[in-house]
């Protein structure tokens, strides 16, 4: 079973923390590995192909990828840049922070990627279809870019009103169960 979004700490749409640009890591140290160790559980326990730190609330230039079926290629990019892309094409996407949004995107299916591992090792890799697609998708959480920017004006009025019918079932939940004060 895929744990709910809620329980693993994971920012939703429209939690305007998800909008703050993510800085470069500078220190290679024993908090970063926590990050991509938390990084990769979080990418296992929600079943998604890619994750990135500002989802759990780090605003930090670091993503994981892995896009085996087993679990068996896991994938750390820290401060990743694109040094080049190609190959165009419309791509479906989705995103486990703007739930039920599955949106259409116009993507680089090839991309060249510069970046560091968690122990600051620099590395340049060469990415094609779906791999590159979700490094870019990874990629716009850490400039505060969301999925429901890159959908059409209809797609994105729809997820903002499910957000914010979503909010007040929340918001009636909690005045149904008040909790005692005395
Ligand atoms: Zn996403």
């Known amino acids: ?16 923390r ?6 470069p890591v500078t220190e290679f140290d024993s908090a970063l590995t926590g990050l991509t ?3 990769l559980e979080t990418l296992y326990a929600t079943k998604s192909i890619g994750f990135s ?6 605003q930090q230039e670091v993503l994981v990828l892995d896009l085996s079926e087993d679990q068996s290629d896991p994938q750390i990019y820290v401060n990743p840049q ?17 739930p039920g949004l599955v949106g259409n ?11 560091q591992d968690q122990h ?4 340049e890799r060469n990415l094609s279809g779906m791999h590159a697609v979700c490094l870019q998708h990874e990629m716009d959480h850490l400039a505060g870019k969301l999925l429901v920017d890159r959908v059409s004006i209809f797609k994105r009025l729809r997820i903002r009103a499910r957000a914010r019918a979503k909010a007040k079932m929340v918001e009636a ?3 149904n169960h008040p909790v005692a004060a005395e």
């Not at 979004?5 to 939703?12: H, K, M, T, Y």
């Not at 998800?18 to 800085?23: E, F, G, K």
């Not at 600051?120 to 590395?123: L, P, R, S």
């Open 1 to 16: 079973m895929t744990e709910p979004a809620d329980s693993l700490g994971i920012l939703e749409f429209p939690d305007p």
């Open 18 to 23: 998800l909008r703050l640009r993510s800085a």
């Open 37 to 39: 160790d938390r990084l």
């Open 53 to 58: 730190a500002p989802q759990i609330d780090h």
């Open 82 to 98: 694109i040094m080049s892309k190609g190959a165009w094409g419309i791509v479906e996407e989705r995103c486990v922070s703007v």
């Open 105 to 115: 995107v116009f993507r680089a299916t090839r991309v060249r990627v510069r970046a």
């Open 120 to 123: 600051g090792t620099a590395f």
């Open 173 to 175: 939940e909690s005045e």
